[in-house]
Nanobody, 118 residues
Framework: QVQLVESGGGLVQPGGSLRLSCAAS????????MGWYRQAPEKQRELVAT???????TYADSVKGRFTISRDNAKNTVYLQMNSTKPEDTAMYYC????????????WGQGTQVTVSS
């Protein structure tokens, strides 16, 4: 069982920065693919960024060059640095942990709200 706890959400002005954190329990963190997803009202949940245990990253086109995902395996924590934020970044942001144990297992955090508004 993996538990994920997000923090760092809040209100930020357009063009501002915010850093989200996700602390994970369990001993599998270093081999897990960690990701951030987001869901705006009345929209489907979408991928924001992922990072493998070895540090390989992927980003949605909409956040490339503005957001950076990183991880600290010693702290079992993954981060999402959000720069040059836009109103369309407003959403609930969810941390995701995925790893293989004979089949792919998937865990989600409870979410943290990010609102970009002046």
């Amino acid at each position: 069982q993996v538990q994920l706890v997000e923090s760092g959400g809040g209100l930020v002005q357009p063009g501002g920065s915010l850093r989200l954190s996700c602390a994970a329990s369990g001993s599998i963190f270093s081999i897990s693919i960690m990701g951030w997803y987001r869901q705006a009202p009345e929209k489907q949940r979408e991928l924001v960024a992922t990072i493998t245990g070895g540090g390989t990253t992927t980003y949605a086109d909409s956040v490339k060059g503005r957001f950076t995902i990183s991880r600290d395996n010693a702290k079992n924590t993954v981060y999402l640095q959000m720069n040059s934020t836009k109103p369309e970044d407003t959403a609930m942001y969810y941390c995701n942990c995925r790893f293989y144990r004979g089949t792919w297992l998937n865990y989600w955090g409870q979410g943290t709200q990010v609102t970009v508004s002046s």
